[in-house]
């Protein structure tokens, strides 16, 4: 009997490679790499689908949540399933957390103004304690803890910013239809001037600095 397995030579596409020696993963990233892969084990369809019977009776999307669905470079729907609809523990970075401790800070300076009782220890004092309550590493606490005090000593000291007085923090929307879902959700911010409503949403990150950004992570931003 005949050798039937004969040689395979390369393809051209693969003989016009150059050879590169990769360098093996830290501790750290090999961690890192493993987080961001896990994905919580599936139901067989007949148990998932009556387990999320009664649940999805009562499901309100938000536009976090729809934008979670559409986003494929961070899941898209199986994010949006794991994440929104069984509500399945997922890590938070400090720069979420961080983002979150300002965001109260600046709910209470919009509070705080319509009573005529803007005072920024009081907002510095509140972004350090909702800061605690995220639960940081002692390094990223610390870390983090610098930055949002900067950011909000920079606002309201170097420019001078203060919240329009009259506007409506944490302003909830609801039943906005859009295709054929109907989304609910809160804007940050909501004032209003003689002919026109303004939408504030609260950012910590870098700006953007195109709505035309093309690729990379300011196209995702962008589309965000």
Request: hydrophobic share 40%.
């Amino acid at each position: 009997m005949k050798n039937l397995i004969q040689p395979v030579s390369s393809t051209p596409l693969i003989g016009a490679l150059t050879p590169q020696t990769v360098k093996p993963l830290s501790g750290k990233q090999l961690i890192g790499t493993l987080e961001t892969g896990l994905r919580w084990p599936r139901l067989i369809h007949k148990d998932q689908k009556q387990m999320l019977k009664t649940k999805l009776e009562s499901y309100s999307m938000s536009v976090t949540h729809l934008l979670n669905f559409l986003d494929v470079s961070a899941g898209g729907p199986e994010h949006f399933f794991e994440r929104n609809v069984l509500r399945l523990p997922d890590a938070k970075s400090p720069a979420l957390s961080l983002g979150t401790a300002v965001h109260d800070a600046l709910q209470l300076a919009q509070n705080l103004v319509n009573q005529d009782k803007f005072s920024a220890a009081k907002i510095i004092k509140q972004f350090e304690n909702s800061l605690e309550l995220e639960g940081l590493p002692k390094a990223d606490f610390a870390r983090q803890k610098s930055r949002g005090k900067n950011i909000l000593h920079h606002l309201f000291d170097n420019l001078d910013f203060r919240p329009e007085k009259g506007a409506r923090a944490e302003y909830a929307i609801k039943g906005v239809p859009c295709g054929q879902a109907i989304l609910n959700g809160k804007l940050d911010c909501v004032g209003q001037d003689e002919s026109s409503l303004l939408i504030g949403d609260y950012k910590t990150g870098r700006p953007l600095l195109s709505f035309n950004a093309k690729s990379g992570g300011q196209a995702i931003k962008a589309w965000r």
